[in-house]
C-alpha cells in the first residue's frame, strides 16, 4: 500500500495524529510517483536500489517523523526514515514500549500527539498526581467516563501498594514531657542557678501560740 501525502500544513515541532506536513520539507517531496515508487519500495535483494533511497533519507531534515510515521501507522513495507522493513521490524515490534517523554509534554500541553501504551500509562499517573477528575481524563483520551474513573482507580491503588512495598517516610511522634509529681523539684535549667532549699522547721507540738500565752 502507497502513502502519497500533499498536506501543506505548517510543523509545530512534534508531529500530531494525521499531521502530513512533514512531507512537504523531505527530501524526496516533489519526485514522480513512479520514481519514488521505485526508490523507496525496492526488492529486498535489491543492494543498490536500497542504497540509493538510503542515501537520499540520510540528508532528509524529516527523517524521524517519517520514521514515526510508518511505525505508527504499521507500514512495513518500503523503506521509510531511511530504515528498511526488515530494520523496523524490531521497532515495529516493541513500538508498544516506547516512552518519549516529548508526547507525555506535548499532551499536557493540549497537542493531539499519538501515544504508546506506555506513554498513555504515564499520562495517567501523571493525570493522578495532578488531581486530574474522570471527566477531565475521558475528554482528554476520549474514553468514556467510567473508563477514566477506573484508570483513575487503577492508579491510585498502584500508588497505594508501591507506598506500602517500599514505605513511606512517617511524620516522628512528639515524645510527651514527663509532668513532674506534686511536691518534687523542678527540674534545673542548664546554665541557671538555683536557690538552695531548706527544710521547714516543724514546730513542737506544745510550742505557745501568739503572745497570749
Keep these: ?33 513512479e520514481d519514488a515508487d521505485a526508490v523507496f519500495f525496492p526488492l529486498p535483494r535489491d543492494h543498490e536500489a536500497i542504497a540509493e533511497a538510503k542515501e537520499l ?3 532528509c531534515p524529516v527523517r524521524r517523523d517519517c520514521l514515526d510515521f510508518a511505525l505508527e501507522n504499521v507500514l512495513k513495507e518500503g523503506i521509510w526514515g531511511g530504515l528498511t522493513e526488515a530494520e523496523r521490524r524490531p521497532l515495529h515490534n516493541g513500538l508498544a514500549q516506547r516512552l518519549d517523554y516529548r508526547r507525555v509534554t506535548a499532551f499536557f500541553q493540549g497537542r493531539d500527539v499519538h501515544l504508546t501504551e506506555t506513554e498513555r500509562q504515564v499520562v495517567i499517573d501523571h493525570a493522578y498526581v495532578r488531581g486530574w477528575r474522570p471527566g477531565r481524563l475521558a475528554a482528554a483520551l476520549q474514553i468514556s467516563h467510567k473508563h477514566a474513573r477506573d484508570l483513575l482507580r487503577q492508579t491510585a491503588n498502584k500508588v497505594f501498594d508501591r507506598d506500602r512495598t517500599y514505605g513511606v517516610p512517617r511524620p516522628k511522634k512528639k515524645r510527651k514531657k514527663p509532668t513532674p509529681a506534686t511536691g518534687s523539684p523542678t527540674p534545673a535549667t542548664p546554665g541557671t542557678q538555683q536557690p538552695p532549699t531548706h527544710p521547714a522547721a516543724s514546730s513542737p507540738a506544745h510550742a505557745p501560740l501568739g503572745k497570749a500565752a
Aim: some cysteine; aromatic content about 6%; hydrophobic content about 25%.
Design 57 to 59: 533519507c540520510g540528508w
Design 1 to 33: 500500500m502507497r502513502h502519497i501525502t500533499t498536506h501543506d500544513a505548517p510543523s509545530t515541532g512534534l508531529r500530531g495524529i494525521g499531521d502530513t506536513s512533514w512531507h512537504t520539507r523531505g527530501t524526496c517531496h516533489g519526485m514522480d510517483v
